[in-house]
T-cell receptor
C-alpha cells in the first residue's frame, strides 16, 4: 500500500459538519477510486475518476462529492455528514482500463459521524 | 444481472487444515476475477487474479484459485492453514463493459490453533 496515501486515518465528525478525505498516489496510474466498507456489505464504489479531469458516480454517490485535482490526487468531500456515513473509506488506483489489471488500495480512513 | 456472491461470511478451520473460500459470479461473459485479503486495520492486498490465461491461478502466501466456467466459480484454496492466514477475504469481479470492480461481501477466516 505504499503507493497510495490517505489522510486522515481517523476522524470523528458531528452530524452536519463537513470534511474532505485526501488521497494521493505515486504510481502514475490514471484511474482513481473511492470505496466505502461496511460490515456485511463488502466494498461499494462511491465515485471514480478514469483520468485527470473526469469523475463518475459509482454505486453510492449520494452525500459525497469528489475532485480530481491532478493525476496524483483525488479527494472525497462530505458536505454535511450524517451518521449513515460512518464507515471505513478506501482510496484505490489502477491503470486506465481495468481489463484484469490490479487496483491498489490505501490503508483506509476510519470516519465516525456522531 | 451481473453479481458476485461469497458463500459464508465466516469460515473457521484448524491450523494445518484445508482452506476453501467460495466465490461465484453471475455473468454471461466470463469476467476477470480477483481475490483480495484484508488484515485488521489495513487496506486490501491482492492475493491473485484470473485474466483468461491459465484457469488455475497461484497467488501469494500459498493460496490458489481455480476458474471454472461451467460452475461460474472462482474458489480460493490453501492446502494447509496457518495462523497468519486469519483475515478477511474478498472476491472481486471486473465485468466486461463495466469500469468498476464489484466486490463480494467478504469472508472472515478464523484459524483454530
Amino acid at each position: 500500500n505504499a503507493g497510495v496515501t490517505q489522510t486522515p486515518k481517523f476522524q470523528v465528525l458531528k452530524t452536519g459538519q463537513s470534511m474532505t478525505l485526501q488521497c494521493a498516489q505515486d504510481m502514475n496510474h490514471n484511474s482513481m477510486y473511492w470505496y466505502r466498507q461496511d460490515p456485511g456489505m463488502g466494498l461499494r464504489l462511491i465515485y471514480y475518476s478514469a483520468s485527470e479531469g473526469t469523475t463518475d458516480k459509482g454505486e453510492v454517490p449520494n452525500g459525497y462529492n469528489v475532485s480530481r485535482l491532478n493525476k496524483r490526487e483525488f479527494s472525497l468531500r462530505l458536505e454535511s455528514a450524517a451518521p449513515s456515513q460512518t464507515s471505513v473509506y478506501f482510496c484505490a488506483t489502477g491503470t486506465a482500463t481495468l481489463s484484469g489489471n490490479t487496483i491498489y488500495f490505501g490503508e483506509g480512513s476510519w470516519l465516525t459521524v456522531v | 444481472a451481473q453479481s458476485v456472491t461469497q458463500l459464508g461470511s465466516h469460515v473457521s478451520v484448524s491450523e494445518g487444515a484445508l482452506v476453501l473460500l467460495r466465490c461465484n459470479y453471475s455473468s454471461s461473459v466470463p469476467p476477470y476475477l480477483f481475490w483480495y485479503v484484508q488484515y485488521p486495520n489495513q487496506g486490501l492486498q491482492l492475493l491473485l487474479k484470473y485474466t483468461s490465461a491459465a484457469t488455475l491461478v497461484k497467488g501469494i502466501n500459498g493460496f490458489e484459485a481455480e476458474f471454472k466456467k461451467s460452475e461460474t466459480s472462482f474458489h480460493l484454496t490453501k492446502p494447509s492453514a496457518h495462523m497468519s492466514d486469519a483475515a478477511e477475504y474478498f472476491c472481486a469481479v471486473h465485468f466486461f463493459g463495466n469500469e468498476k470492480l464489484t466486490f463480494g461481501t467478504g469472508t472472515r477466516l478464523t484459524i483454530i490453533p
